[in-house]
C-alpha cells in the first residue's frame, strides 16, 4: 500500500502565483487534514474533511481552499502566494470507527517556499 | 496559552539512557493522547496512543497520562541512537482534528 501520498515534494513559488497541491490515500480513511510545519511552532490545521463533500476550516485556513469530492483524494490550493506560506505541507488521514481513528498516517510533505 | 505544551528541549543522552518526554495540556475534556516520532524531512508517524488515565507499553516505549494533573509523558527504556528524532504530543477529541505539542527534539549519541 501506498499510504498517504503528496505531491510535488518541493516547490518554490513567486509571491502572487496559485498552485494545488496533491494529497492522496489507498487507506479508504474517511477523514484527512492539512496541516503546515513551521520551526519553533509545531503542526498548525488549515483545513480537515471528515467525508466526501464534507470540510472545514482549521486554526490556520486564510489563503488556502480545499474540495473533497472523492475518499482518496483532498487537494490544497492556494490562491495567491505569500511568503508566510513558506513552509512544509502534511496531509494526513485516518479511519472514522475504532480508537485508531485518532492516530493519523501522515504524508511525507511538501516543501514549498514563496520568494 | 496553547492547549497543548511540550517540553520544548533539546535532549541529549547516551545510548542506553532511559527518555522522558513530557506535555501538559489545559483542556480537561481531552481524553485521547498520541505520541508521534518524526525523522529529519520526513513525515510524522503515529508511535502511540491512549485513552484516559493509566499506562500503555510498546516494547521499549511506554506512554502515561495522569489526568489529575493534565499531563502525558513518553518513557523510553534502552534508548538507542536510532531513536534520534523529534516527538510530538498531541490530543485527539475529534476526528480530523488534532492538536499538537511543538515537539522535542532527541539526539541519542552512540
Known amino acids: 500500500n501506498a499510504g498517504v501520498t503528496q505531491t510535488p515534494k518541493f516547490q518554490v513559488l513567486k509571491t502572487g502565483q496559485s498552485m494545488t497541491l496533491q494529497c492522496a490515500q489507498d487507506?479508504?480513511?474517511?477523514?484527512m487534514s492539512w496541516y503546515r510545519q513551521d520551526p519553533g511552532m509545531g503542526l498548525r490545521l488549515i483545513h480537515y474533511s471528515v467525508g466526501a463533500g464534507i470540510t472545514d476550516q482549521g486554526e490556520v485556513p486564510n489563503g488556502y481552499n480545499v474540495s473533497r469530492s472523492t475518499t482518496e483524494d483532498f487537494p490544497l490550493r492556494l490562491l495567491s502566494a505569500a511568503p508566510s506560506q513558506t513552509s512544509v505541507y502534511f496531509c494526513?488521514?485516518?479511519?472514522?470507527?475504532?480508537?485508531?481513528?485518532?492516530?493519523?498516517?501522515f504524508g511525507s510533505g511538501t516543501r514549498l517556499t514563496v520568494v | 496559552q496553547k492547549e497543548v505544551e511540550q517540553d520544548p528541549g533539546p535532549l541529549s543522552v547516551p545510548e542506553g539512557a532511559i527518555v522522558s518526554l513530557n506535555c501538559t495540556y489545559s483542556?480537561?475534556?481531552?481524553?485521547?493522547f498520541m505520541w508521534y516520532r518524526q525523522y529529519s524531512r520526513k513525515g510524522p508517524e503515529l508511535l502511540m496512543y491512549t485513552y484516559s488515565s493509566g499506562n500503555k507499553e510498546d516494547g521499549r516505549f511506554t506512554a502515561q497520562v495522569d489526568k489529575s494533573s493534565k499531563y502525558i509523558s513518553l518513557f523510553i527504556r534502552d534508548s538507542q541512537p536510532s531513536d534520534s528524532a523529534t516527538y510530538l504530543c498531541a490530543w485527539g477529541p475529534e476526528a480530523g482534528k488534532s492538536t499538537f505539542g511543538d515537539g522535542t527534539t532527541l539526539t541519542v549519541k552512540p
Open positions: 487507506m479508504n480513511h474517511e477523514y
Open positions: 483542556n480537561s475534556a481531552f481524553q485521547y
Open positions: 494526513a488521514s485516518s479511519p472514522a470507527t475504532g480508537l485508531a481513528n485518532y492516530g493519523y498516517t
